[in-house]
Antibody, heavy 125, light 110 residues
Framework: EVQLVESGGGLVQPGGSLRLSCGGSGFTFSDHYMNWVRQAPGKGLEWVGR??????????EYAASVKGRFTISRDDSKNSLYLQMNSLKTEDTAVYFC????????????????WGQGTTVTVSS | QSALTQPPSASGSPGQSVTISCTGTSRDVGGYNFVSWYQQHPGKAPKLMIYEVSKRPSGVPDRFSGSKSGNTASLTVSGLQADDEADYYCTSYGGSNNLVFGGGTKVTVL
């Protein structure tokens, strides 16, 4: 079964740090671009960022709202994706999803066809 | 990067069709064929319904179709069913290595 499972969420104080993980199974993890998307309570979806695959040099891209504070990485040997979140703000409170991107012919389509169940991050004092 | 504009709500009776619009600019929707649509039921993860404007992933019924004209993309759900009641989000590549989402549309099956 193709699946993604996130972990690492929790309660953290403003200014603190947290590292989320996303484990993939049932597919060739290394082939795919991988994304993080978040959803604040009662709000819509917001793209956080993504990492491309080895063929594209593992390049990373970020939303302006998190650039410089969040870092996305991956370990293909462990079929794992990570999101290191530093200098957390109350507005970072959200459910964080990881998403696998459908690959075209050597390019990412920006369509995410496999999602994890989400992990909740609460930033509060 | 501003969010794409979607109507907050849409509705239709069972068996009818509903179309949701997603308006951006020439820097996102109008500039690239990387528009996707997601369905999200309460408390669940999003589900990909359409990618690259009009392509359906395996397992998505052909009642769901996507299109684009200029800076506006559209998702049409034909033959509405009770389980189609959900939130729908569009997203587009926005240039500068950025993805942007719409604000979401709540579809109600009357």
């Amino acid at each position: 079964e193709v699946q993604l499972v996130e972990s690492g969420g929790g309660l953290v104080q403003p200014g603190g740090s947290l590292r989320l993980s996303c484990g993939g199974s049932g597919f060739t993890f290394s082939d795919h671009y991988m994304n993080w998307v978040r959803q604040a309570p009662g709000k819509g979806l917001e793209w956080v960022g993504r990492t491309r695959n080895k063929a594209k040099g593992y390049a990373t891209e970020y939303a302006a709202s998190v650039k410089g504070r969040f870092t996305i990485s991956r370990d293909d040997s462990k079929n794992s994706l990570y999101l290191q979140m530093n200098s957390l703000k109350t507005e970072d409170t959200a459910v964080y999803f990881c998403g696998r991107e459908i690959m075209g012919n050597n390019y990412g389509t920006c369509g995410m066809d496999v999602w994890g169940q989400g992990t909740t991050v609460t930033v509060s004092s | 990067q501003s969010a794409l504009t979607q109507p907050p709500s849409a509705s239709g009776s069972p068996g009818q069709s509903v179309t949701i619009s997603c308006t951006g600019t020439s820097r996102d929707v109008g500039g690239y064929n990387f528009v996707s649509w997601y369905q999200q039921h309460p408390g669940k993860a999003p589900k990909l319904m359409i990618y690259e404007v009009s392509k359906r992933p395996s397992g998505v019924p052909d009642r769901f179709s996507g299109s684009k004209s200029g800076n506006t993309a559209s998702l049409t759900v034909s033959g509405l069913q009770a389980d189609d009641e959900a939130d729908y989000y569009c997203t587009s590549y926005g240039g500068s290595n950025n993805l942007v989402f719409g604000g979401g549309t709540k579809v109600t099956v009357l």
